[in-house]
């Protein structure tokens, strides 16, 4: 097993007689993307401060980058590095001041700091920009300047709270590319999103979190497997086949409207050659097959309970 | 590093941080030179007859020597505001949780906050103080030794009521707040010894006058510069300081790390 860059058991939090984190237990490898996914209100930017040693916790036995966030949190935070949910640029000055800060409380050289400002200024698109004052940055421009900030000083652990909250399409795509990048430069990344498909896209590991519990934790895959719903659609034209594939496929909900065939199932190759083989041999050719697997919308709703969704239509994925 | 040069070495970083907003933003410490230029100009063109006959004095001009180094402190008082409210600003940014996720010196936001006030402070006595050499002020008894502790006097001070300043900043919801909970420090010259002498208030109102920080540091310049009796009021005007600046210190910073919660 390697490292872990964050490890966390028994973590717990409250205010006053409300409990918001109430014993997670965490385990990040170094060099992966960890995403806490939950809806608002489930703990994840306290999970984030009290990791960023930003608050303290009330209980649980916590280390980050190997350091006791306890005893030892000016060593956490000589590793790490934070972009919160908030900006957290100073928007008097201009983002290359901004930057050149940075290099100085990480005691850069002034050669040293202007190198490595300019360096990531031209990485984010922010050299134009760079003489303006952040306030008139766009909100994009300013999350692209926070985490160029939060880049400055090498930091090996990333926490990164809900970095695309906020962002249109194109910069959340943006965003999802850096984080990538930094992943491939052995960064560990600690995420948390509301957005499911950002989770999907980034996470070697997800843990979601509901009323301060993690609910599930795995890969997405593995949180898929987790809830019932997958199922093989069998779409036809001609009303003579479907009937005749309603009749050999006893087990399939019909839909006689559209002429679907749903065959519930986990969509697994052996369970595809069986149900081809069964097609093949009572001559019956569809015309469209498609293989849903539940999506993480689904597993995210099964897991917090579904009444708080919000109008989602669970989407098909064709394998 | 050291504690200490991590310390030095945050804290002036902080400081061109702070440096850099004023430089970029002189509006607000200007707007506070104001207040006191304005009544410097009032109570000399306007009341400078009168007050100096009630004192009987031989005229405007002795009045300029007498309001002056109430003036100087009262600008110490009005820039401070500015501390008070760049704070409550600053605290409620993002950028100040960045900070403290960041291995630095834990108070050197506060300390750059208060050197740089400190600064903004002295040079608007000295603005303050070339607008008072020209409508006539003059300081000629002064010697160099009296000139230093003038100085070392308005420094002491600044930092006094930048700490207290600061602490008022950390405790306000916001920068409006925070500049309404700063507005004694610019209200307490006024009824101190700065415009009249103690003796010429109503009885009821003396000790209001007399035991407040502002008195004793305006007769000691005033003795330092104009070389009236100084008397007690230079011991009570170091202790009034240091007194304050301890208070703001400590309630400033725990301020600070009460929002680690």
Known sequence: ?319 | MSSLSLAVRDSSTMLRRNLLHARRYPSLTLNLLLTPVMLLLLFVYVFGDVMSAGMGGAGRSQYVAYVVPGILLMTIGSTVIGAAVSVATDMSEGIIARFRTMAIHRSSVLIGHVIGSVLQSIAGVVLVGAVAVAIGFRSTDATVLEWLAAFGLLVLFALALTWIAVGMGMASPNAEAASNSAMPLILLPLISSAFTPIDAMPGWFQPIAQYQPFTPAIETLRGLLLGSGIGNNGWLAVAWSVGLAALGYFWSTSKFRDDQK
């Open chain 1, 1 to 319: 097993m390697t490292n872990l860059a964050i490890a966390a058991h028994g973590l717990r939090k409250s205010y006053g007689d409300k409990t918001v984190l109430d014993g997670v237990d965490l385990a990040v490898p170094e060099g992966t993307v960890f995403s806490l996914l939950g809806p608002n209100g489930a703990g994840k930017t306290t999970a984030v401060k009290i990791l960023s040693t930003l608050i303290g916790a009330d209980a649980g036995d916590l280390r980050v980058a190997g350091h006791d966030l306890a005893t030892a949190p000016q060593a956490v935070r000589a590793a790490i590095g934070v972009t919160g949910q908030f900006s957290a640029v100073d928007g008097l000055i201009t983002g290359e001041e901004n930057m050149l800060l940075m290099a100085d409380l990480h005691h850069l050289s002034r050669r040293e700091g202007r190198r490595v400002a300019a360096g990531l200024l031209e990485r984010f698109g922010l050299t134009e920009a760079a003489k303006k004052p952040a306030s008139t940055y766009s909100g994009g421009m300013k999350r692209r300047l926070d985490i160029a900030m939060t880049l400055v000083g090498d930091p090996r652990i990333i926490f990164l709270d809900e970095p695309t909250t906020g962002l249109d399409p194109r910069s959340r795509h943006n965003m999802w590319q850096i984080i990538r990048e930094l992943v491939t430069g052995g960064v560990t990344v600690f995420l948390t999103t509301q957005y499911l498909e950002e989770a999907d896209e980034l996470a070697d590991r997800i843990a979601v979190l509901n009323d301060g519990k993690i609910a599930a934790e795995g890969t997405a895959e593995e949180l898929k497997r987790l809830v019932p719903g997958g199922h093989v659609r069998l779409r036809f034209t001609d009303p003579a086949a479907y009937r005749s594939a309603a009749s050999a496929l006893r087990e399939a909900a019909r839909d006689d409207e559209s002429l679907t065939l749903r065959i519930p199932g986990d969509g697994s190759q052996r369970e595809l050659r069986s149900l081809l083989a069964r097609l093949d041999s009572a001559g019956i050719e569809a015309d469209e097959l498609t293989v849903h697997t539940p999506d993480l919308d689904d597993v995210f709703f099964a897991l917090t309970g579904s009444d708080t969704a919000p109008d989602h239509q669970p989407k098909e994925t064709v394998r």
